[in-house]
């Protein structure tokens, strides 16, 4: 099993940057295997994508924050990045994190999510 911790949310003025980690504790090879993934969810909206990273890939984004956001990972430090450049208010949002298994992208873990608030 793994479990995930995000952190590193916080308060940010409109073109302002926050960098957010996800933490993964428990199987560190299921880590590394995992295709890992941020997700949002703002007041009154659904959860949406944001990012992926593969264990061993290239990230890709959502259309909305491609060119601003980019998603890392460590897996020495089983630990991924979200590093958010040019916010705007319209990222304000909980921000999850969550491990899919690769071969059929089962959702093995979420954590709690971290809030990210753009004033303007």
């Known amino acids: 099993q793994v479990q995930l911790v995000e952190s590193g949310g916080g308060l940010v003025q409109t073109g302002g940057s926050l960098r957010l980690s996800c933490a993964a504790s428990g199987s560190g090879v299921i880590f590394r295997l995992s295709t890992m993934q941020w997700y949002r969810q703002a007041p009154g909206k659904q959860r949406e994508f944001v990012a992926a990273?593969?264990?061993?890939?290239?990230?890709n984004y959502a259309d909305s924050v491609k060119g601003r956001f980019t998603a890392s990972r460590d897996n020495g430090k089983n630990t991924m990045y979200l590093q958010m450049n040019s916010l705007k208010p319209e990222d304000t949002a909980v921000y999850y994190c969550?491990?899919?298994?690769?071969?059929?992208?089962?959702?093995?873990?979420w954590g709690q999510g971290t809030q990210v608030t753009v004033s303007s």
């Open positions: 969550a491990a899919r298994r690769i071969n059929d992208n089962t959702f093995l873990a």
């Open positions: 990273i593969p264990g061993g890939g290239s990230p």
